[in-house]
């Protein structure tokens, strides 16, 4: 419901950068009357998500707009397949054309991104590819529900979700074991504690003040041999830092429990995805 709320209002905002003048060139070309189909249709091979905000920008505009899902939620498709059919009023798909489009590049794009990482964890391996905070500001329920669709996890939503201590709360609060401890007087029971560490001796700390999730963070293959068996099932393993797609078959046969990789969502190039009008009627 709370993500409901965020993309309605997500898309509110979409549609009033783009239409608060209005479209000249749609008003100057086509009639209130005229009818048409369009088509959206997948440019290149992609992971589909975003279907569900797609369809609510033309709603938004026109709900006598009709939109049919053709593909799901995390269905893979071939380029030149269609998505999505969008009919009804002429000028209600033209106006929100872009904007719909918009997002469904950006979700779908994240969602093939994680497909492609959650691909490469080796069958019967426990690695969990999950996402982080390094979301576009304001599409974070977007986004986060298109790294689901790609077969990811989320990590923490928002501050509030879950503690992690950074390399900045360590120092806040004078040391790792004084931040764990701290930590685990004030948050819920039901929480658990989580730090990043970015060494073997802070790694050794960690353990030793009991953290439930130890984060490496930018370790080099050799030392991550050696934290796995430090460790050695005392605490969950994340990795975070320039994780590639090409280490994912590594870490996972290592026995690291999660890979946390921000560039799920900063750096997913959007999907390749072209609406296609057919006229039913000019409205003339």
Request: proline share 2%; charged share 25%.
């Given at each position: 419901?709370?993500?409901?709320t965020?993309?309605?209002?997500?898309?509110?905002?979409?549609?009033?950068?783009?239409?608060?003048?209005?479209d000249?060139?749609?008003?100057?070309?086509?009639?209130?009357?005229?009818?048409?189909?369009?088509?959206?249709v997948?440019?290149?091979d992609l992971?589909?998500?975003?279907?569900?905000?797609?369809?609510r920008?033309?709603?938004?505009i026109?709900?006598?707009?009709?939109?049919?899902?053709?593909?799901?939620?995390?269905?893979?498709v071939?380029?030149?397949?269609?998505?999505?059919?969008?009919?009804?009023?002429t000028?209600?798909?033209?106006?929100?054309?872009?904007?719909?489009?918009?997002?469904?590049?950006r979700?779908?794009?994240?969602?093939?991104?994680?497909?492609?990482?959650?691909?490469?964890?080796p069958?019967?391996?426990?690695?969990r590819?999950?996402?982080?905070?390094k979301?576009?500001p304001?599409?974070?329920a977007?986004?986060?529900?298109a790294?689901?669709?790609?077969?990811g996890?989320?990590?923490?939503d928002?501050?509030?979700s879950a503690?992690?201590?950074?390399?900045?709360h360590?120092?806040?609060?004078?040391?790792?074991?004084?931040?764990?401890?701290?930590?685990r007087?004030?948050?819920?029971?039901?929480s658990?504690?989580?730090?990043?560490?970015?060494?073997?001796?802070?790694?050794?700390?960690?353990?030793?003040?009991?953290?439930d999730?130890?984060?490496l963070?930018?370790?080099?293959e050799?030392?991550?041999?050696?934290?796995?068996?430090?460790?050695?099932?005392?605490?969950?393993i994340?990795?975070s830092?320039?994780?590639t797609l090409e280490?994912?078959?590594?870490?996972a046969?290592l026995?690291?429990?999660?890979?946390?990789?921000g560039?799920?969502?900063?750096?997913?190039p959007?999907?390749?995805?072209?609406?296609d009008?057919?006229?039913?009627?000019?409205?003339?």
């Amino acid at each position: 419901m709370w993500a409901d709320t965020l993309l309605n209002d997500l898309i509110t905002r979409a549609l009033q950068e783009d239409l608060a003048a209005g479209d000249l060139t749609t008003a100057a070309l086509v009639s209130d009357t005229a009818k048409g189909v369009a088509h959206a249709v997948a440019h290149s091979d992609l992971v589909v998500a975003g279907g569900d905000v797609f369809a609510r920008v033309f709603y938004a505009i026109d709900p006598g707009l009709r939109v049919e899902r053709l593909k799901q939620e995390g269905e893979r498709v071939r380029s030149g397949e269609n998505l999505f059919v969008v009919e009804g009023s002429t000028q209600a798909i033209l106006l929100g054309e872009r904007t719909a489009l918009n997002f469904l590049q950006r979700a779908s794009g994240v969602a093939t991104l994680t497909r492609q990482f959650v691909d490469a964890v080796p069958a019967g391996r426990k690695l969990r590819i999950v996402d982080t905070r390094k979301t576009t500001p304001g599409l974070r329920a977007l986004e986060r529900q298109a790294v689901r669709a790609g077969g990811g996890f989320n990590h923490r939503d928002n501050l509030g979700s879950a503690v992690l201590i950074k390399d900045n709360h360590i120092v806040a609060a004078g040391g790792i074991t004084e931040a764990i401890e701290r930590a685990r007087r004030h948050a819920p029971h039901t929480s658990r504690i989580e730090i990043e560490v970015e060494s073997l001796e802070a790694l050794t700390e960690a353990l030793a003040a009991r953290a439930d999730i130890v984060m490496l963070d930018n370790f080099s293959e050799e030392l991550l041999e050696r934290a796995v068996a430090l460790v050695a099932g005392r605490a969950l393993i994340e990795i975070s830092g320039g994780v590639t797609l090409e280490r994912i078959p590594r870490l996972a046969q290592l026995g690291i429990d999660v890979v946390s990789v921000g560039a799920l969502t900063h750096s997913a190039p959007a999907a390749d995805i072209g609406l296609d009008l057919e006229a039913l009627s000019t409205g003339a």
